[in-house]
């Protein structure tokens, strides 16, 4: 097998390329691998999180895939940092920022290397879309490996995961738990290896990648600890030299018809809105066009099917019970709502990939989790685009209709996230608030933390359906209630959410997907003319050059 020469620099035959030969030999190589098609397998294997803590095995057995059907792996590694470790303290600010750091990281060392095709392995929140902004920048043949949903933990026989925890700090500060309550569910909540277990930010990305085309099929719903994980991986590094062989790259396979595939999935989930912001910049580093408007026109014809955690009953485990993502995409395709000849990293079609899925048991009586088409939980999407004074250039909402559909209310207005957490645990939040979080966009944080600890202190609180929440910054995906992220234009660039005072009249309209301040627009421009910029946070570092070339949240928060 000959490598694709298009890309490779190191394996050309003659003497102008001894040098390059000389540095492999002393990482492994043999004379015949010269000859092969070159195969990065980066991993962001860490301890830092239980969500990569067992990509090293994974990206062994990519390595393994991609030797025996020919090919020569060259394994390396990339950061990650843990969401549910640096959550609600300013570490967070860095959260958002890695994905661009590691898509980076990846499109040096294979931009340098030459390598012909390229294995990436993620299991957090960011690794995951920055492995594909790679894949698409570099536009070699590729692949993206998940590493697996955690099982759940186990407490008074219900099952746990992390947003359990956060959520247990809002009761027991409500007194509703003790606080070796506390202690217990935080022990049991996280049992072992896999990124989280709802359908939250990682699962809803797995998903919606799988509907890109861009990993194997069932790999967005496979337990992180499980042999079908370890054969996904390795068969993920087969997969690899046949797309070198038949030259498919990432941009033949990341198209308009496919993007809307992966929208219409992660509605079908009720995924994650930090879905909006990775999907936005996958296509951006693709080139292809995607805009917010392009969720709320999909939207209207996708209904939400599955009754997933945060705002449903069951965990990503109990959706590989039933039978993973396949069926969904079978009955999404029969019933007209995916593209089916968008082409696949398996070589063959979606619509080949799911030819014989079997469908899921019957509704109820087999199964309560997938629900079918004609009787949705939601008859189109739970994630909203919003519009109005207060988001010009969009918000993002997710509201699955258990929350209602509007909310007016009265401003309380925090500068940060911990003034916002201290303010509902100290009980200053009371029924009827809008709390404002801003100062915490792209710009302003710098690096737009996820509000998962005030979000979550509202739910343990029981002031889910008695009190909203928007901000500049953005949400875990764990976050439920009647929140609005992603607010643009952001406060550090002159949004109107930076203007906002205590008390002033909000209403978050999510029928006809609007946000307003209700005040004269006298009022409004005499309060735009006073604002004065509040200048950088970050003066040097990754924190400063990000904050300096971030673009708004509604195209993506993507850096050039």
Same mark, same amino acid.
């Given at each position: 097998?000959?490598?694709?020469?298009?890309?490779?620099?190191?394996?050309?035959?003659?003497?102008?390329?001894?040098?390059?030969?000389?540095?492999?030999?002393?990482?492994? &190589?043999?004379?015949?691998?010269?000859?092969?098609?070159?195969?990065?397998?980066?991993?962001?294997?860490?301890?830092?999180?239980?969500?990569?803590?067992?990509?090293?095995?994974?990206?062994?057995?990519?390595?393994?895939?991609?030797?025996?059907?020919? /090919?020569?792996?060259?394994?390396?590694?990339? =950061?990650?940092?843990?969401?549910?470790?640096?959550?609600?303290?300013?570490?967070?600010?860095?959260?958002?920022?890695?994905?661009?750091? =590691?898509?980076?990281?990846?499109?040096?060392?294979?931009?340098?290397?030459?390598?012909?095709?390229?294995?990436?392995?993620?299991?957090?929140?960011?690794?995951?879309?920055?492995?594909?902004?790679?894949?698409?920048?570099?536009?070699?043949?590729?692949?993206?490996?998940?590493?697996?949903?955690?099982?759940?933990?186990?407490? *008074?026989?219900?099952?746990?995961?992390?947003?359990?925890?956060?959520?247990?700090?809002?009761?027991?500060?409500?007194?509703?738990?003790?606080?070796?309550?506390?202690?217990?569910?935080?022990?049991?909540?996280?049992?072992?290896?896999?990124?989280?277990?709802?359908?939250?930010?990682?699962?809803?990305?797995?998903?919606?990648?799988?509907?890109?085309?861009?990993?194997?099929?069932?790999?967005?719903?496979?337990?992180?600890?499980?042999?079908?994980?370890? $054969?996904?991986?390795?068969?993920? /590094?087969?997969?690899?030299?046949?797309?070198?062989?038949?030259?498919?790259?990432?941009?033949?396979?990341?198209?308009?018809?496919?993007?809307?595939?992966?929208?219409?999935?992660?509605?079908?989930?009720?995924?994650?809105?930090?879905?909006?912001?990775?999907?936005?910049?996958?296509?951006?580093?693709?080139?292809?066009?995607?805009?917010?408007?392009?969720?709320?026109?999909?939207?209207?014809?996708?209904?939400?099917?599955?009754?997933?955690?945060?705002?449903?009953?069951?965990?990503?485990?109990?959706?590989?019970?039933?039978?993973?993502?396949?069926?969904?995409?079978?009955?999404?395709?029969?019933?007209?709502?995916?593209?089916?000849?968008?082409? +696949?990293?398996?070589?063959?079609?979606?619509?080949?990939?799911?030819?014989?899925?079997?469908?899921?048991?019957?509704?109820?009586?087999?199964?309560?989790?997938?629900?079918?088409?004609? %009787?949705?939980?939601?008859?189109?999407?739970?994630?909203?685009?919003?519009?109005?004074?207060?988001?010009?250039?969009?918000?993002?909402?997710?509201?699955?209709?258990?929350?209602?559909?509007?909310?007016?209310?009265?401003?309380?207005?925090?500068?940060?996230?911990?003034?916002?957490?201290?303010?509902?645990? %100290?009980?200053?939040?009371?029924?009827?608030?809008?709390?404002?979080?801003?100062?915490?966009?792209?710009? /302003?944080?710098?690096?737009?933390?996820?509000?998962?600890?005030?979000?979550?202190?509202?739910?343990?609180?029981?002031?889910? *359906?008695?009190?909203?929440?928007?901000?500049?910054?953005? &949400?875990? /995906?764990?976050?439920?209630?009647?929140?609005?992220?992603?607010?643009?234009?952001?406060?550090?660039?002159?949004?109107?959410?930076?203007?906002?005072?205590?008390?002033?009249?909000?209403?978050?309209?999510?029928?006809?997907?609007?946000? +307003?301040?209700?005040?004269?627009?006298?009022?409004?421009?005499?309060?735009?003319?006073?604002?004065?910029?509040?200048?950088?946070?970050?003066?040097?570092?990754?924190?400063?050059?990000?904050?300096?070339?971030?673009?708004?949240?509604?195209?993506? $928060?993507?850096?050039?």
């Amino acid at each position: 097998m000959s490598c694709n020469r298009n890309f490779s620099s190191i394996v050309v035959d003659g003497d102008d390329r001894a040098p390059n030969r000389s540095m492999l030999r002393a990482v492994g &190589f043999e004379d015949e691998d010269f000859k092969k098609p070159q195969v990065a397998v980066c991993s962001a294997w860490s301890m830092v999180t239980p969500c990569n803590s067992h990509l090293d095995e994974l990206g062994k057995m990519s390595v393994e895939g991609v030797d025996s059907s020919g /090919g020569k792996a060259l394994p390396f590694g990339t =950061i990650t940092v843990s969401d549910g470790i640096s959550m609600g303290t300013p570490g967070m600010r860095y959260s958002l920022v890695s994905r661009e750091v =590691i898509a980076d990281s990846i499109e040096t060392v294979v931009g340098a290397e030459g390598m012909d095709g390229v294995v990436t392995i993620g299991g957090c929140d960011k690794n995951m879309p920055a492995c594909v902004m790679a894949l698409a920048r570099l536009n070699r043949p590729g692949i993206f490996v998940y590493g697996g949903t955690i099982l759940p933990g186990i407490h *008074k026989e219900k099952n746990l995961d992390i947003v359990s925890v956060f959520e247990a700090v809002g009761a027991h500060a409500s007194g509703n738990i003790s606080h070796n309550e506390l202690t217990e569910i935080e022990k049991k909540a996280i049992p072992g290896p896999g990124s989280c277990g709802g359908m939250y930010t990682a699962n809803t990305m797995s998903s919606a990648i799988e509907a890109l085309g861009m990993s194997l099929p069932d790999s967005s719903a496979q337990l992180a600890v499980s042999e079908d994980k370890l $054969a996904d991986a390795k068969a993920a /590094g087969a997969a690899v030299v046949n797309l070198v062989e038949k030259n498919i790259r990432p941009r033949d396979i990341m198209t308009r018809e496919a993007f809307e595939n992966a929208i219409t999935v992660v509605i079908a989930l009720g995924g994650s809105t930090n879905a909006v912001l990775h999907l936005l910049a996958m296509a951006h580093e693709a080139e292809v066009p995607l805009d917010l408007n392009d969720f709320t026109e999909i939207g209207k014809r996708v209904p939400v099917l599955c009754d997933l955690k945060p705002s449903g009953k069951y965990n990503m485990s109990h959706f590989v019970r039933i039978g993973g993502l396949r069926p969904l995409l079978k009955t999404l395709l029969d019933h007209g709502l995916l593209h089916g000849d968008c082409i +696949t990293v398996t070589g063959k079609t979606l619509a080949e990939n799911v030819a014989d899925a079997k469908p899921y048991a019957p509704y109820p009586s087999g199964q309560d989790l997938v629900r079918p088409i004609e %009787d949705p939980i939601k008859k189109d999407s739970h994630l909203r685009i919003l519009y109005g004074n207060l988001a010009s250039e969009g918000a993002v909402a997710k509201i699955t209709g258990k929350e209602g559909l509007n909310f007016s209310g009265t401003a309380q207005v925090y500068e940060s996230e911990e003034q916002a957490l201290r303010g509902i645990l %100290d009980g200053e939040v009371q029924a009827g608030n809008v709390v404002v979080i801003r100062n915490e966009g792209p710009v /302003g944080g710098p690096g737009m933390r996820e509000m998962l600890s005030p979000t979550s202190a509202i739910m343990g609180k029981g002031l889910g *359906k008695e009190v909203a929440l928007i901000t500049d910054g953005r &949400f875990s /995906g764990g976050s439920h209630g009647f929140v609005v992220g992603h607010i643009t234009p952001e406060a550090a660039v002159g949004g109107l959410i930076g203007m906002l005072v205590n008390g002033d009249p909000i209403t978050i309209d999510a029928e006809n997907n609007l946000l +307003t301040l209700d005040l004269p627009d006298e009022e409004i421009e005499r309060r735009k003319q006073i604002w004065q910029n509040p200048g950088p946070k970050e003066k040097r570092g990754v924190l400063a050059k990000y904050a300096k070339l971030v673009s708004s949240a509604s195209l993506g $928060a993507v850096t050039h």
